[in-house]
C-alpha cells in the first residue's frame, strides 16, 4: 500500500508540475480531482504514510494561527529604480567602469507581486517566509504550500540545501473574480493584484488562500553550492527541477540588447496575465556581482527599469471623501470607468484641498489619470480644450460627511481632520483595526470586517470593549460562529501580555508611531509618569519634537482617554515597562558613542539598538572623532566606511561585539555569499 501512495503522489506531482509551470497538461482536470481524492482515502487509511508535502496537502487548512517571525539567511534587499534609458546607460556605465572586464546583463520582467523567499533541503520546501522589513519575515509555509507552481518536492541534481526567491502573484483574471465576489457581497474592494496577493498570504486560514489560486515566478537562487557561476544557467536547472520560471528572460551582450528588451516588453507585457511594473537588469556572473558587491541599501549589481505610468481620458462625475483612522479626511474622483494598466478604473485620488484647487476641477471635467507606480490611480490634469458643458467648480467640503463636525485644518499641514475624534464610527473602527494589529495588540480574528460587524451590533463602542466581548455574544453572529468566537477569546486574552511600549502604539495617539512610543515607554518607565510628564521633559527625549510632545499632552488631557487607560488597566493590560527590560545588562560600554552599519545574521540593527544601552552604552547616527567603534555588519555604508577610515575609527565586527559584551566567544565572520529580493 505504501507503494501504490508514492506512485500516486509523484504522478500528481508530474501532472501539477505539467499544468501550473509548463502550461502543458496530459490529463483532464475530471481525472486528476478523481486521482487526488483516491489519493486521499489511501492516506486517510493508513495515516502511519502521511507525508506532510504531498500533493493532498495543498487544499490548505483552517487551524493556521499567527505567523512566527523568522530571520532572513540573507538580506532581503531592495533595488534601485530607475524611470529612463539614460539612466540604464548611466547604470551600465558604472558596471563597466567598475568591473574593467566583459560582462552580460540578464533582463527579466519586474513582476509586481509580494516577494517570497523559500528554503529547500533534500528536495523538500521547509520554509517560506515573506520579505517582511528585509531582515525577518513572517513564515508563511503553510500558505505558500497551497499554491501549484511551488514545487513541494524536486525533481533530481538540486543542491542539498538552497534558497531560491521571487514573487507571489494573483492573475488578473483571480483577481477580476475575486472583487466580483466582494462587491456582490458588499465587502471592500482589493485595489489591485499586489494587494489581493499580499493580503491573501496572510491569511489565518489556508483553505482559503487555497482558493485563491495565487501563483507564482522564482528568480534568484541563493546557497553555498549552486549549479553554476552564471545567474541565467542557476534559472535554467531550477527550471529543470519543477520551478516556474519566467520565459521573459534574456542574456544581453550590449546596451542594444538591454533597450530592445525594453521596447518589446513595455508593449507586450499588457498581455501578460500577471501584473507587472517593469524590468530587472542583473550582472549574469555571481563572481561579478560580489566583486561589485553593495551599497547600504541595494546591490551595484542590479537595478529596476520601471515604466511610465500608463494615461487615459475619462470623465470626472462627482467627488467623495473618505474619514481615516486620524480623522483625515481624504478626497476621491468618482469617474466613468476607464481602462488602465489591465484593470478598470472608477475612482482616483485627489490626495487634499490644495491637489484639488491646483487641478481647477469642475464636475464633468475630462480629466488625465495615471497609475503612480502602477497601481494608485490619480489625476494629474484637466483637458481644458474638452470643457464645454461642464457642473459646478469642485469645493472642498466643510463638514465631516459621517459625524457632520466641522473640518480643522493644522497649520503647516495639507490634509484637513475631523476633530470627532471619539464619536466619528470611521475614526472609532479605525483604531480598533489598529489596536489589534500585529505591531500592536496582535489581537487575531478582528479583521476590519468582523469590527464593522461587532461595532454596527454595538458590542465595540471603544478598544477597550474588545475585554468585555463575551463568546455566545460572539458566536451568535453571522460569518462568526463558536469557533471563531473561541479563538477571538484566546487572542485578546493572550495580548494581556503584550510589552508596554507596544501598547502604548496601540492606543493610537497621533504621531506616535512603534519607534517613538519605544522610546517614550523607555524614558517614563510607566503609564502615570507618561500622563503627568510636562512638556519640557517630552521634547528632552530622544526625537521627541514639540509636535509629538503637544499630541501627547493633548491626549492624555482628555478625560475620555485617561478613563479608557483605566479600563484598560483593569482588563490587565500592561502599563509600565517590565523588570527585564529596565534592569540593565552590564556597564561594558559605559561612555561609549557606537555607530550601526550594515546588515546582520544575529540581531536586527533595533535589537543591537537596545543592547547597545542595555550595557550602557550610547547610539548615535554618524560617524565623528568621538565615535568609540562602528559595529559592522555585511555591506556596511561605503560613505561610514571611508570616513571611519579617515578619521581612524575602529570597525567591530558582530561577532566581536558579542564577545565584547559576554555573550558569545570570538569567531570567525562567514562570507557573504548573496542576497536579496
Known amino acids: 500500500m505504501q507503494h501504490k501512495i508514492e506512485s500516486l503522489r509523484r504522478e500528481l506531482e508530474q501532472h501539477n508540475y505539467n499544468y501550473y509551470v509548463l502550461s502543458a497538461p496530459t490529463i ?94 533534500n528536495g523538500l520546501l521547509v520554509r517560506a517566509v515573506t520579505r517582511g522589513d528585509g531582515e525577518k519575515g513572517d513564515d508563511v509555509t503553510a500558505n505558500v504550500k497551497t499554491i501549484r507552481s511551488i514545487p513541494l518536492r524536486l525533481q533530481a541534481n538540486f543542491p542539498a540545501k538552497f534558497e531560491i526567491r521571487g514573487e507571489i502573484l494573483m492573475p488578473w483574471a483571480v483577481f477580476d473574480e475575486l472583487n466580483k465576489e466582494r462587491e456582490a457581497q458588499e465587502e471592500q474592494l482589493f485595489a489591485n493584484p499586489r494587494n489581493a496577493a499580499s493580503g491573501t498570504l496572510k491569511l489565518q486560514n489556508s483553505t482559503i488562500v487555497a482558493q485563491r489560486k495565487l501563483d507564482a515566478y522564482l528568480y534568484y537562487m541563493l546557497g553555498e553550492n549552486l549549479p553554476t ?31 530592445d528588451f525594453i521596447t518589446y516588453w513595455d508593449t507586450e507585457r499588457k498581455n501578460l496575465p500577471v501584473a507587472t511594473d517593469g524590468i530587472v537588469l542583473k550582472v549574469n556572473s555571481l563572481l561579478q556581482q560580489k566583486n561589485l558587491g553593495f551599497t547600504a541599501k541595494s546591490p551595484r549589481w542590479a537595478i529596476a527599469y520601471k515604466f511610465q505610468a500608463e494615461k487615459a481620458v475619462t470623465r470626472l462625475n462627482s467627488v467623495s471623501y473618505q474619514v481615516g483612522r486620524t480623522g483625515a479626511v481624504t478626497p476621491v474622483a468618482n469617474l466613468d470607468p476607464v481602462q488602465l494598466s489591465g484593470t478598470t478604473v472608477k475612482r482616483a485620488s485627489l490626495h487634499n484641498a490644495d491637489i484639488i484647487a491646483s487641478l481647477d476641477l469642475h464636475n464633468g471635467d475630462m480629466v488625465f489619470v495615471e497609475k503612480g507606480g502602477e497601481i494608485i490611480p490619480k489625476i494629474t490634469a484637466v483637458d481644458f480644450d474638452a470643457r464645454l458643458l461642464i457642473g459646478d467648480k469642485v469645493q472642498f467640503i466643510k463638514s465631516c460627511p459621517e459625524c457632520g463636525s466641522t473640518l480643522i485644518r493644522i497649520e503647516g499641514e495639507a490634509a484637513h481632520y475631523c476633530p470627532n475624534e471619539n464619536g466619528c464610527p470611521p475614526q472609532i473602527k479605525g483604531k480598533m483595526e489598529h489596536f489589534v494589529s500585529r505591531k500592536a495588540m496582535n489581537i487575531d480574528g478582528l479583521g476590519s470586517e468582523t469590527i464593522a460587524l461587532l461595532f454596527e451590533n454595538e458590542l465595540l463602542k471603544d478598544i477597550a470593549d474588545i475585554y468585555e466581548l463575551k463568546v455566545p455574544d460572539l458566536a451568535r ?201
Open 28 to 121: 483532464s482536470d475530471f481525472d486528476f480531482d478523481k486521482k487526488l481524492r483516491e489519493l486521499q482515502e489511501l492516506e486517510n487509511q493508513h495515516p502511519e504514510f502521511f507525508d506532510p508535502n504531498s500533493p493532498t496537502q495543498r487544499v490548505g487548512s483552517d487551524s493556521v494561527s499567527g505567523f512566527e517571525q523568522v530571520a532572513h539567511s540573507y538580506p532581503m534587499l531592495s533595488l534601485g529604480n530607475t524611470y529612463s534609458e539614460g539612466e540604464v546607460q548611466d547604470f551600465y556605465e558604472r558596471v563597466r567602469k567598475a568591473l574593467n572586464e566583459d560582462f552580460e546583463l540578464v533582463c527579466e520582467l519586474k513582476y509586481d507581486g509580494t516577494s517570497i523567499s523559500l528554503t529547500y533541503e
Open 477 to 677: 453572529l453571522e460569518r462568526l460562529g463558536n469557533k471563531s468566537a473561541v479563538n477571538i477569546k484566546t487572542s485578546y486574552e493572550a495580548s494581556k501580555e503584550v510589552p508596554f511600549e507596544r501598547v502604548l502604539f496601540a492606543l493610537g495617539i497621533r504621531f506616535v508611531g512603534e519607534t517613538v512610543a519605544k522610546k517614550l515607554a523607555f524614558a517614563f518607565k510607566t503609564i502615570e509618569k507618561l500622563e503627568t510628564a510636562t512638556f519640557e521633559e517630552l521634547i528632552a527625549v530622544d526625537e521627541i519634537g514639540e509636535r509629538i510632545a503637544q499630541s501627547v499632552q493633548k491626549y492624555f488631557s482628555d478625560e475620555r482617554s485617561i478613563e479608557l487607560i483605566n479600563r484598560l488597566k483593569q482588563y490587565g493590560l500592561q502599563m509600565q515597562v517590565s523588570e527585564e527590560k529596565l534592569q540593565p545588562a552590564g556597564n561594558t560600554l559605559s561612555g561609549l558613542s557606537i555607530v550601526i552599519s550594515g546588515t546582520f545574521s544575529k540581531h536586527s540593527r533595533d535589537e543591537y539598538k537596545t543592547i547597545i544601552e542595555q550595557n550602557g552604552g550610547k547610539n548615535v547616527g554618524s560617524v565623528s572623532a568621538k565615535t568609540s567603534f562602528i559595529l559592522a555588519g555585511e555591506n556596511m555604508g561605503p560613505e561610514k566606511l571611508k570616513k571611519a577610515e579617515s578619521l581612524g575609527v575602529k570597525l567591530v565586527t558582530e561577532n566581536e561585539f558579542l564577545a565584547m559584551i559576554g555573550t558569545e566567544k570570538p569567531k570567525p565572520q562567514q562570507g557573504f555569499t548573496g542576497t536579496l529580493f
Open 229 to 259: 557561476d552564471l545567474h541565467s544557467e542557476n534559472l535554467k536547472a531550477a527550471h529543470s527541477w519543477g520551478f516556474k520560471i519566467s520565459d521573459a528572460t534574456r542574456v544581453c551582450k550590449s546596451l542594444q540588447d538591454v533597450f
